[in-house]
């Protein structure tokens, strides 16, 4: 049973030509958090002997409160073990059955020809692996690993197609602390390591220095709209959301009170004005990196690298705060803020960016449950599980925003 540090796990084993051979008895892995397939692969191999490839989630048990009590993964092996397995029933044998939205990485077979590509690249720029690859994650939004070389681990990762800028984005910006990309093909990149830690823990100074480096990276992109569109960033623009807006809030209007569905359809109607309103503060339309938090900048002191560009996507620049100043105290929030915008008052001379940002807190909240909405359409059932839960809260969120404004004025 979980007890919310660690996973309970049974593993559904199948082949890599997708034949499924039966379920493995339960085993403890470290880590509750779901995406993360290290301490699945170490537990398999220290509790089972075996080796795995994590491939996708099956079915999450849970209590009451949310709990996990019971993790089952699809999990690939080289050989059958030899005994010890549960027959798999009717619906496990289904497991490999092809399913329209599985990514990738998520079949039989489909990480080893990810790890082949990786390995050629890597080769033919004379660099060789000195250990096996490290399986880290495998979810519906990235397939990661970690690969052990002689001049020190290189990262490969692979994202649905609704991410596959990523490595184009990552490549335009090579000038600015991003990443070092190494090669990349469609979804798939190998990006070289990144000395430090992810700062989820970060002091007031390094956040500012996160700030400004978004920001500096974000007014080079000025003028750069039509090339970050044809690359395949998505338009968050906000005439540009209105459908998206109405989608996320017909597909979700049952789980929200009618007062909420009243605010958000008002927000949406009105997106043409807001637009406008938010124009006259002068503030350019940029890149829009979309899940910048501390999490995921890393390095040390203030020594930074921004990673992890699948979301990013074109529109106004302070859509990025909501996702940052969410995660840290009233206090700090308060601070990241207001440094914030003395930045953009700086680059922009003349500019509003305060009201601009009171514009944009309903705005970026709908934009999340936008995202979280595509998530949902775009990722196969089994894996909805991660997300299910998203587009309401954001939705409530966007409709708290607007009425918190509205007694405000």
């Known amino acids: 049973m979980g007890d919310g540090r660690t996973r309970e796990v049974e593993l559904v084993l199948c082949l890599r030509s997708g034949e499924v051979l039966g379920t493995t008895s339960a085993f403890t ?5 779901l995406p993360f397939a290290l301490p699945v692969v170490d537990a398999a191999r220290e509790s089972l002997g075996l080796e795995v490839l ?73 660099i060789a692996l000195t250990a096996p690859p ?30 596959a800028h990523e490595g184009a984005v990552i490549e335009r910006m090579s000038r600015h602390a991003v990443p ?3 090669a990349r093909r469609g ?84 997106l043409d004005v807001r637009a406008a309103r938010l124009e006259a503060c002068g503030l350019p339309d940029t890149l829009v990196h979309g899940d910048f938090h501390q999490g995921n900048v890393r390095g040390v002191d203030l020594d930074l690298t921004l990673l992890d560009w699948g979301d990013s996507g074109v529109g106004h620049p302070l859509l990025d705060e909501a996702a940052f100043t969410e995660r840290l105290s ?33 705005v970026a909240a709908l934009r999340q449950a936008i995202i979280y909405r595509g998530f949902l359409d775009r990722i196969e059932p089994d894996e909805r599980v991660y997300h299910r839960a998203d587009p309401v809260i954001w939705l409530a969120r966007t409709a708290d925003l607007l009425a918190a404004d509205a007694s405000a004025r």
């Open 54 to 126: 994590v491939l996708r989630l099956l079915e999450l048990v849970t209590r009451p409160n949310g709990t996990p009590d019971l993790v089952r993964y699809l999990a690939e092996v080289d050989a059958a073990p030899p005994g010890g397995l549960r027959r798999a029933d009717a619906t496990i044998a289904e497991a490999t059955t092809p399913e329209p939205l599985r990514m990738p990485w998520a079949d039989p077979g489909g990480p080893t020809r990810t790890l082949e590509w990786a390995a050629e690249e890597l080769a033919a720029r004379g």
């Open 330 to 362: 009233p206090a700090d929030g308060d601070s990241a803020r207001a440094h914030w915008l003395r930045v953009w008052s700086e680059a922009v001379p003349g500019s509003d960016p305060a009201e601009a940002l009171r514009l944009l807190a309903p």
């Open 187 to 270: 979804d798939t990149a190998l990006l070289a390591e990144i000395d430090g830690e992810d700062l989820f823990v970060s002091t007031p100074a390094q956040r500012d220095a996160m700030i400004d480096l978004l920001v500096g990276l974000q007014c080079d992109t000025v003028g750069a709209i039509g090339e970050l569109l044809a690359m395949g960033l998505p338009d968050w623009r906000l005439p540009s959301i209105a459908e998206a807006g109405s989608h996320a809030l017909g597909a979700s209007a049952d789980e929200l009170e009618a007062e909420q569905r009243t605010a958000v359809s008002r927000l949406i109607d009105g």
């Open 180 to 182: 070092r990309l190494i």
């Open 29 to 33: 892995a470290a880590e509750p958090w």
């Open 134 to 163: 490290v399986q880290v994650k495998s979810w519906n939004l990235s397939n990661l690993w970690l690969l052990p070389t002689a001049g020190g681990s290189v990262w490969l990762k692979q994202v649905p197609p609704f991410f």
